[in-house]
């Protein structure tokens, strides 16, 4: 029993009659099929199509539709007009009642006598309706010798029908209807010209012999007019919808009424146009009363059903099927077929006021004797154009195989929450129905991912593979990782989200100088030493990798107090950070504490080695001290340590340390600092000055050592005759040999520096250049060029050599004559402070190189992690690399399928070729609904197919293919509107530390939208303009604001406004015919806005 709720007032009054048409206005998708564009044009058709009831019943031959300035629409002809009188039974006007009352019309009356024997406003609901939800209507009449017209408002009458004039001598009859509709009920408030001339141009075809004409007033100085007219009918349209394609025969064509005999004596109206092409697609248009009906309905069943057993009738008749073989089915007959069908009848039945079905019986019947008779007689007559019908059927017959693997692919697949074998390369969601989507991607790099025993540096000092990194995320372990901040600076972060990412994946096989080895995909990403990515299987030996370098400090070393703590080296400061104190900045950094809550970092459970940012405390020296003082037996007195110490000491390495220890200036000035009270002595004094300065006198030659290798190094090849000789005359002889070039260069010169205005022009360019922020900004990015270049140098002859030769070094400057390669002591000067140590330590951690790349013929399961904010992480071979693209995504909803390259143009291929590629099949499964026939979006697992691809050449063509592939296979997907494209931005603008994104509109050239963009500011020259031509270039917080959050993303949805239309362009832009799609080419040419060359 269902449990009452709290008692709710619910009586006679709670009842709403809606009166009028007031329905219509609360309801408007019962009665035009929604509020949106297509609705809205739909206003324009339901007018249009009593203009065209006119026209069949013989009375008209001209509809004019007009779009005028404010959103107003005309549609006008020359029939009969709407009758003005008074209706007996109502005592109103019978134009009143057609334009005010729901089910009001001259169409119901069906007798002989009646005004209508055929139309296609049958529910006498279309002109009422269009009033409902037009802010402001006029009808104007062409009548009984006179001009009447009636205003209306929101289906509400403001004036009596008024007799306005007497008609002129030969002015035609008709009616006019002029309409504005109602922008507080519809969405859309723009009548699009050429979804208007698609529709016009289709019903012309079908009502042949009768003008119509569109006209666009809109448009300026002069209006934009169209119209239509055509004698052949539907065997006209046939041969225009495949002027692309190469036909197997000429068009086959019927047309005659047929009586259909039952309960009551129908007629029923049947012309049918059929033709046979080398296409792949079939394209089928079915018409009733002249209405097209995009589902179809028993017409087009009858059409099919006549086709399919004509066809295999002759088959067997002339021997081309044998007993053995099945007969063709109805998809083996319908490849590569254009047919239309056309019915009229006094009754027609649609499922609903949109008229997308006909669904009276007796059609089906109707249309397949006309269509049976018809073929039959063409194949007799023409043996020949039969048999190339027949053997494409049987090409199609053995093609059927192939789509039974689509069916198999998801009749054995997963259930909608099973992903054991969907697309190793999908990236799922966890959730699925109404708000699951799927963001169909370019480019596996969506999804670049390593062997599951490859090992990951962690902050702790462990190393764990991918596999165990996963089992302790299960158990709730919070591991961090290495990564480079986006400062360059060296510094730790979480992992989250370790996961197997593909299964049964290519895989490649990277070795590194180091000897260590990684095993990945190919489009994983590594980062290069200047903090840009690249694939693996793109590495070259050229390539200089990010390195990651750890070391135990030593007391030994200059400036270092503690030993056996980890650090780590730093690439942009080229110096080495104890790991702890990286790890405290991000602690810092997240809010944990504060630098004032003391100056000493304590590991929480005294393992020095272990710097996680969770295993670190700051407290006070003092508070430091004690703590370790009471846990002496965590630290210093634990046994292992004790004995580890006794032996230490016992070794000839720890007393010969200890010497050179004592020997060093460090130690000594050390030993002097505590010995201060002796300087009081003055003999102790002067003993200790003497030996002082002996000691400091032998030191000296050590430490002039390096700095006389290098002014060695310089002066043995300066000083050398031969060299100096050498450079000295290349140059003589080049102006030697080529005196016109030293003279024009000084005539030019002189020229130019003659004339003041050019010296004042440019004293004031640079004058204007060089303001403080662009010296500084120059500088910088001139800094760290000169720094890699020579840097990168100085690893190459370390790398050659075995050693840092600085001569080799010289000599490569000198022979490549780089300016910017610098001089090792300039080096060391301007980015070492001097210390010459310190740059050579620098160059042997510079990065690290590729030995190889391989292809391995292994297949295996692959893994990744995310890294928040930074999006990289160490392995811990020594290099860092990218991870996983998906953190742009909520995992809960929202799934990621990339695809490799671009798919197979699906508009040329048969149904076996095209299920042999991997990146189609991997489509089909992982949208779950087949495809063709076998279609069926009740098994649809998103209820949003979004296609993302970057902004560039290859990302359209990429886009444009699979629209070819949804559009050929997946059409009920875009007519239910599951379908859409990103928006991703064009340009980021940053001005300060504010910034915009900027996106694409339809028509604008990209210039033309930057310039718009940057008049809003008040210095352009200062906004930082940054252009994403891919979705690589943002970064995944990036992604994630601009184009796949919910709540401010754009997502353009695909519709398919004129099947015939569309189905044309497809063919023409991506069939196998190329003078049609030159010609397009060369006509628009001129328009193209956007080239990329």
């Not at 008024?162 to 008709?174: A, F, H, Y």
């Not at 000198?814 to 080096?827: A, C, E, G, P, V």
């Amino acid at each position: 029993m269902v449990e009452r709720q709290a008692t709710q007032h619910y009586g006679a009054d709670d009842i709403v009659l809606l009166e009028g048409l007031e329905a219509v206005r609360k309801r408007p998708g019962m009665y035009v099929g929604g509020k949106d564009s297509r609705a809205l044009h739909h206003l324009v058709f339901e007018i249009v199509d009593n203009a065209v009831d006119e026209a069949l019943a013989g009375y008209c031959d001209h509809v004019m539709v007009t779009l005028m300035d404010d959103n107003v629409v005309s549609v006008a002809d020359n029939g009969r007009g709407i009758p003005v009188g008074i209706n007996s039974k109502t005592g109103k006007s019978a134009l009143q009642m057609v334009m005010t009352d729901l089910h009001a019309g001259g169409k119901f009356n069906n007798d002989s006598g009646g005004a209508y024997k055929v139309s296609g406003g049958l529910h006498g609901v279309g002109a009422s309706a269009v009033n409902a939800l037009s802010e402001r209507l006029v009808a104007e009449i062409h009548r009984d010798g006179f001009v009447w017209r009636q205003e209306y408002s929101a289906g509400k009458p403001l004036t009596d029908v008024e007799k306005v004039r007497p008609l002129e001598d030969g002015e035609p009859t008709g009616s006019i209807i002029t309409f504005k509709p109602d922008f507080t009920i519809m969405d859309e408030n723009d009548f699009n010209y050429a979804t208007l001339a698609q529709r016009l141009r289709e019903m012309a075809f079908v009502t042949r012999r009768v003008t119509i004409t569109l006209r666009d007033e809109r448009v300026r100085p002069f209006a934009k007019e169209i119209t239509f007219y055509f004698e052949g009918g539907l065997h006209a349209f046939v041969r225009s919808m495949n002027r692309n394609r190469d036909a197997l025969h000429p068009v086959v064509h019927a047309e005659r009424d047929v009586i259909v005999e039952g309960k009551n004596q129908v007629t029923v109206g049947v012309e049918v146009a059929f033709q046979y092409t080398d296409s792949a697609t079939v394209t089928e248009l079915a018409f009733a009363n002249t209405i097209n009906t995009p589902d179809g309905g028993t017409h087009l069943t009858g059409l099919r059903a006549a086709i399919t057993g004509v066809i295999n009738r002759y088959a067997r008749k002339a021997g081309l099927l044998k007993d053995k073989d099945a007969n063709f089915s109805g998809s083996d007959t319908l490849e590569g077929l254009t047919a239309i069908v056309s019915v009229k009848l006094s009754d027609p039945a649609f499922e609903s006021q949109t008229k997308v079905k006909l669904i009276n019986p007796e059609v089906q019947g109707a249309v397949s004797q006309v269509v049976t008779e018809a073929f039959n007689e063409f194949l007799e007559l023409n043996p020949r154009e039969a048999r190339r019908i027949v053997e494409k059927c049987m090409t199609s017959m053995r093609a059927r195989e192939a789509a039974r693997k689509a069916r198999d692919l998801v009749r054995s697949g997963p259930s909608l929450l099973d992903s054991s074998t969907l697309p190793g390369k999908l990236a799922d969601c966890s959730q699925h129905g109404e708000n699951a989507e799927i963001y169909i991607v370019e480019g596996d790099s969506a999804g670049g991912c390593f062997s599951g025993d490859t090992l990951v540096a962690l902050a702790d000092g462990r190393h764990l593979s991918f596999l165990e990194l996963i089992a302790e995320q299960e158990q709730g372990k919070q591991n961090f990782c290495y990564t480079i901040r986006n400062d360059g600076t060296i510094g730790v972060e979480r992992i989250i989200n370790a996961r197997r990412t593909k299964q049964d994946a290519e895989v490649i096989r990277v070795t590194l100088d180091n000897g260590e080895s990684i095993t990945c995909t190919p489009d994983h990403r590594f980062m290069l030493r200047d903090g840009s990515y690249k694939a693996a299987q793109d590495l070259t030996n050229e390539d200089s990798l990010m390195p990651l370098y750890r070391k135990l400090s030593s007391k030994s070393d200059k400036g270092i107090t503690l030993d056996g703590y980890e650090m780590v080296w730093s690439p942009r400061s080229n110096s080495w950070l104890h790991t702890h104190l990286v790890a405290d900045w991000y602690n810092r950094g997240q809010g944990v504490y504060k630098k004032s809550d003391g100056d000493h970092c304590h590991h929480v459970d005294f393992n020095k080695l272990n710097n996680n940012p969770t295993n670190l405390h700051r407290m006070s020296a003092t508070d430091h001290l004690a703590l370790h003082r009471a846990h002496l037996t965590k630290t210093l007195h634990r046994p292992n340590t004790v004995q580890k110490w006794r032996v230490s000491r016992q070794s000839a390495a720890f007393r010969q340390a200890m010497s050179n220890r004592m020997k060093s200036p460090a130690t000594r000035a050390k030993l002097s600092a505590n010995a201060k009270t002796q300087w009081s002595d003055p003999s102790y004094k002067s003993y200790m000055m003497d030996h002082w300065r002996k000691f400091y006198n032998e030191s000296e030659e050590y430490r002039a050592a390096n700095r006389a290798m290098l002014m060695q190094a310089q002066q043995r090849h300066w000083s050398s005759e031969t060299n100096r000789a050498e450079q000295a005359e290349h140059v003589r002889a080049y102006f030697h040999t080529h005196p016109e070039v030293r003279e024009q260069f000084s005539q030019t010169a002189v020229e130019q520096w003659e004339n003041p205005e050019l010296r004042a022009w440019r004293s004031d360019k640079t004058r204007e250049q060089w303001t403080p922020e662009f010296r500084s900004k120059r500088r910088q990015a001139l800094d760290r060029t000169y720094y890699l270049k020579t840097m990168n140098a100085l690893k190459r002859i370390e790398l050659e050599y075995g050693t840092l030769d600085l001569a080799a070094y010289q000599a490569h400057r000198l022979q490549t004559r780089d300016k910017s390669l610098l001089r090792f002591d300039t080096l060391c000067n301007r980015y070492f402070e001097g210390n010459e140590t310190r740059a050579y330590e620098a160059v042997a951690q510079f990065n690290h190189r590729i030995v190889s790349v391989e292809r391995t013929n292994e297949r295996m399961d692959v893994y990744d992690i995310e890294v928040p904010n930074t999006h990289n992480f160490a392995l811990a071979s020594g290099v860092f690399v990218h991870n996983s693209a998906k953190q742009g995504r909520d995992r809960h909803f929202q799934a990621i399928l990339p695809l490799r390259g671009k798919i197979l143009n699906t508009e040329r291929a048969r149904m076996d070729k095209m299920l042999d590629n991997n990146e189609i099949k991997a489509l089909i499964s992982a949208l779950g609904t087949g495809i063709s026939e076998d279609f069926s979006l009740a098994n649809l697992r998103y209820h949003r197919v979004i296609i993302m691809t970057d902004a560039d050449v290859d990302g359209s063509h990429i886009r444009t293919l699979l629209l070819t592939f949804f559009f050929r296979h997946m059409h009920q997907l875009i007519a239910d509107g599951h379908l859409y494209i990103a928006q991703p931005p064009i340009f980021r603008l940053v001005n300060g530390k504010e910034s915009e994104y900027i996106y694409g509109e339809a028509g604008v050239s990209e210039q033309d939208i930057l310039a718009r963009a940057l008049e809003r500011y008040k210095d352009p020259e200062k906004v930082k303009v940054s252009r994403y031509k891919g979705l690589g270039e943002m970064n995944p917080d990036q992604l994630w604001e601009t184009t796949m959050d919910p709540q401010r993303r754009t997502l353009l949805q695909v519709t398919i406004e004129d099947a015939a239309e569309a189905d044309r362009i497809f063919d023409m832009l991506m069939g196998s015919a190329v003078p049609p799609r030159r010609r397009f080419i060369q006509t628009h040419a001129k328009s193209v806005r956007n080239l990329d060359v």
